[in-house]
């Protein structure tokens, strides 16, 4: 009985993302499959079938609701990548517009996978969800593993911080970790930036490429993180003219 | 005499089923504080606790080319110092038995829940991941320390071939 509902919904949500997507890309999004185990998820809980279910109500936002312009995504290079963004709000409703953005405009599609908070996982259900729809808990190790594997793998160096800030500072960049640096140094990874809010305007910056010592002085690297989180509006401080004001997502 | 292969603990599901594996190939020797109702004839089977110096016995009485030391207590009704003892002990003078006697190959079977299930985990955890299990559940901190024995055992023996084996959860038919 709730195996049936579930199925049935999960068919309703997959035809509404046909129907979305159109006819074009409802084919090319069949060509997204990866290494499945026979439980039909990939060996970080990935399921491209769950994926392109649950994406409907968020492909819906991004067309209808937010109505996303995309530009510079042709900045993302084929293979391993690093996407640094900042995200304000606990729901990570732009981070998915981003995910969208990636199967929809991306030619080809790519899945996005996000590094997630490590409580993430107590969630029951939640968590299940979250890595059928391809995030992952945001370890090192998992990291590494999956730019290894030649993923698209977003990331938030803002951290909790970035998640906890006060509604006035919504629009402030709080100070990024190092760690996706040590990783893209690593793992020779290319970063493109890619900043929010950015609602209505989605800008995908050109990739970064670093090179260094990954196990360089936090010193050294800070002025490398520092040249990421310039690209990103938001981290110099409040504009003189009032933190509401939305900032654009391109700088001129 | 041909040199025999002891497992302890043999009277438990993986223990009979490794002695339906060896039995006709291997002379097996069987440790057991339990009875092993059905064994083959020409199995022995010692009922005996692991700490005991009978145990000694076995080792002088004949070659022994492996260990297979599967003797780990899982008793929750028994009383936590006596479960720790057994277990730490026991797994103690085995290691010890197969140091004096040069048993070419030793095998402790461990278990993957020894790392311990976190939030925070990596999604592969390699085996030099830290054994952190206890932290949730201290019921668990007999077979680390187990786990941790075999290990010394692995560095300070290297004549004996040692292997630890942490298994996921086993599942079949005849277990």
New interface residues.
């Given amino acids: 009985m709730a195996g049936a509902l579930e199925d049935a919904v999960k068919a309703g949500l997959r035809g509404w993302t046909g129907r979305l997507a159109g006819e074009g890309l409802e084919e090319r999004l069949r060509h997204l499959s990866r290494p499945e185990n026979e439980y039909g998820v990939d ?2 809980g990935f399921s491209l079938d769950y994926t392109l279910s649950a994406v409907a109500p968020l492909l819906w936002m991004y067309r209808h609701y937010h109505r996303v312009k995309v530009t510079g995504i042709q900045h993302v290079p084929a293979g391993r990548v690093l996407l640094v963004s900042n995200h304000s709000g606990q729901l990570p409703v732009d981070g998915a517009m981003i995910g969208v953005a990636m199967l929809v405009e991306a030619d080809p599609p790519r899945a996005t996978r996000s590094m997630v908070e ?5 969630l029951p259900w939640v968590f299940t969800f979250m890595a059928r729809v391809g995030q ?2 945001g ?1 090192p ?2 990291c590494k ?1 999956l730019l290894r594997a030649g993923e698209a793998v977003l990331v938030f160096p803002e951290g909790a911080r970035g998640l906890a800030k006060p509604y006035a500072q919504r629009y402030l960049l709080q100070p990024f970790g190092l760690g996706f640096l040590r990783l893209a140094l690593e793992t020779d990874t290319p970063v493109v930036p890619v900043p929010l809010p950015s609602r209505d305007h989605l800008h995908f910056g050109e990739p970064l490429r670093f090179s260094g010592r990954p196990d360089d002085d936090d010193g050294v690297l800070e002025q490398e993180v520092e040249q990421v989180r310039a690209s990103i509006p938001g981290a110099a401080g409040p504009r003189p003219d009032g933190a509401h004001e939305r900032v654009p997502a391109t700088r001129a | 005499m041909k040199p025999g292969v002891v497992i302890t603990g043999i009277s438990g599901n993986l223990g009979r089923a490794l002695t339906r594996l060896l039995h006709g190939r291997e002379r097996i020797i069987g440790v057991d504080r339990r009875p092993f109702p059905g064994r083959p004839p020409d199995v022995e089977v010692h009922q005996l606790d692991l700490r005991k110096n009978k145990l000694e016995d076995l080792f002088r009485r004949g070659p022994i080319k492996a260990v297979i030391h599967m003797g780990i207590l899982h008793e929750p009704r028994m009383s936590a110092a006596e479960h720790h003892a057994c277990n730490v002990l026991g797994t103690t003078r085995v290691l010890e038995h197969c140091a004096r006697r040069g048993v070419e190959k030793v095998v402790v079977l461990s278990s993957a829940n020894v790392y311990g299930p976190s ?6 955890i390699t085996e030099d991941a830290p054994l952190m299990a206890a932290s949730r559940f201290a019921g668990v901190r007999d077979l680390i320390e187990v786990d941790m024995l075999a290990n010394a055992f692995f560095w300070r023996h290297p004549s004996n071939q040692t292997v630890v084996l942490r298994p996921f959860h086993i599942v079949g038919p005849t277990i």
């Fill in positions: 060996p970080f490590k409580w993430v996982p107590t992952v808990v370890t190790d998992n593993r | 939030p925070d985990n990596s999604h592969f």
